[in-house]
C-alpha cells in the first residue's frame, strides 16, 4: 500500500527559511554584480579572441535574463568574424530560448541557421528553432483550424516518401504538437512513441536540442496519463543530458553555467511517479532537491511558494523521517 504524504507546513517552513538565508547568502545580487563587475574588468583586458569567447560566455551566464543578449550578440559577432560555426549555433539556440513568445525573432533565428553551412548540428538547430516557434503559434489556433491541420499532417505524415531524418521529424513532431492539444488518446501516444523512435536514430549533435525538447514534452505527456514507466525513463533521460551538458560546459571553463532550476523541475516530475521508483531513489531525489535548494534562491523560493504542496514518498518514510504526517491518497 502506498500512501500520500504532506510535509508538516511549521516544520518545512522552518527548513525552508534556513534555505532562504543560505541561498542568500551564496547568491545575493550584490554578489552575482561583483563577480559581474569582474568579467568585465577582465574582459577589457583580453588580448586573444578564445580569452574573449571564454568572458562573453561567463558573463552571459551570471547575468539576468533581460542582459543575456546583450553579451549574446557580442558573441555571435566573434563568431561571425572568426566563422566559429558551432558557436554561431549555439547562440541561436540561446536566443531562441531567450525569444520563445518572439514568432518574428524567432524566424530570423531560424534563418540565421539555415543560411550557415550545413551539418548535423546546423540541422538540429534549425529545425530546433522552428519547433519552438510553431509550439508558441499553435497556442492561438482554434479548435477547428487545428483539427484541420492535424489531418493535413496526418495525411502527409503517411505519404511522406522524404527519408530525411529531421523532414520526417519535423512532421512527426508538429503531428504530435497540434494533437497534444486536442486529445491524450491512443492516437497521440502511437505518434509520440515513434517520433521517439526517430529522435533515438537522430543523429548526435553538439547542441542536443531535440532530444532534450522531445524528453521533456514526453516526461509531462506519461506524467498526465499515468504512465509513470515511460515518465521516469523521459526524465532520467533529461537528468543524462543535462549531466553531459554540465560536463561539456565545465571542460569549456564555463563555471557559472547552472542547470539547478532545470534539475530540480525534472526531479520533481520523477517524485510525481514514485509508485515505480525504488526507494533509494525516492530518497536520492528528495535529498537532491534540498541540495538544489540550498544553493539555488529560485529552487528556494518556489519550494517556500509551493510548501503546502504535496510530496510523494512510500509508506516505509513513515518510520524514520518524523517530519512527515500520514494521510491515506
Do not use: W
Not at 508558441?136 to 502527409?156: G, H, P, T, W
Not at 511522406?160 to 523532414?167: A, E, L, P, V
Amino acid at each position: 500500500m502506498h500512501y500520500t504524504l504532506r510535509i508538516i507546513s511549521g516544520l518545512i517552513s522552518t527548513l525552508l527559511c534556513s534555505l532562504a538565508i543560505q541561498g542568500t547568502q551564496a547568491f545575493a545580487s550584490p554578489i552575482k554584480y561583483s563577480i559581474k563587475d569582474s568579467l568585465e574588468i577582465e574582459l577589457s583586458r583580453a588580448t586573444t579572441v578564445d580569452d574573449s569567447i571564454k568572458l562573453l560566455y561567463n558573463l552571459y551566464d551570471v547575468s539576468p535574463r533581460a542582459q543575456k543578449y546583450e553579451f549574446s550578440q557580442q558573441l555571435s559577432d566573434i563568431a561571425k568574424r572568426t566563422k566559429n560555426e558551432a558557436i554561431q549555433l549555439d547562440i541561436l539556440r540561446n536566443n531562441a530560448n531567450l525569444f520563445l513568445t518572439s514568432d518574428s525573432m524567432l524566424r530570423i533565428f531560424e534563418k540565421e541557421a539555415r543560411e550557415l553551412p550545413e551539418s548535423e548540428d546546423q540541422k538540429e538547430t534549425a529545425l530546433f528553432i522552428k519547433l519552438l516557434g510553431l509550439s508558441y503559434r499553435i497556442k492561438s489556433v482554434d479548435a477547428a483550424k487545428r483539427r484541420e491541420i492535424v489531418q493535413n499532417l496526418i495525411n502527409d505524415y503517411r505519404t511522406n516518401t522524404d527519408h530525411d531524418i529531421y523532414s520526417r521529424i519535423e512532421k512527426l513532431y508538429s503531428l504530435c504538437l497540434c494533437l497534444s492539444y486536442m486529445t491524450e488518446g491512443d492516437m497521440y501516444v502511437k505518434y509520440l512513441n515513434e517520433l521517439e523512435t526517430l529522435i533515438q536514430e537522430m543523429p548526435h549533435s553538439e547542441g542536443g536540442s531535440l532530444r532534450n525538447m522531445f524528453f521533456n514534452r514526453q516526461a509531462i505527456l506519461a506524467t498526465m496519463k499515468n504512465d509513470r514507466k515511460k515518465a521516469i525513463e523521459a526524465n532520467k533521460a533529461i537528468l543524462d543530458i543535462i549531466d553531459r551538458l554540465k560536463t561539456k560546459y565545465r571542460s569549456a571553463g564555463r563555471i557559472y553555467k547552472n542547470y539547478d532550476t532545470s534539475e530540480y523541475v525534472c526531479r520533481l516530475r520523477l517524485l510525481n511517479n514514485f509508485e515505480d521508483m525504488p526507494q533509494n531513489e525516492i530518497e536520492e531525489n528528495y535529498s537532491r532537491i534540498l541540495e538544489l535548494a540550498h544553493r539555488n534562491p529560485d529552487v528556494m523560493q518556489d519550494l517556500f511558494t509551493h510548501r503546502e504542496a504535496v510530496l510523494p514518498v512510500s509508506v516505509s518514510e513513515l518510520h524514520d523521517r518524523r517530519r512527515y504526517v500520514c494521510q491515506v491518497s
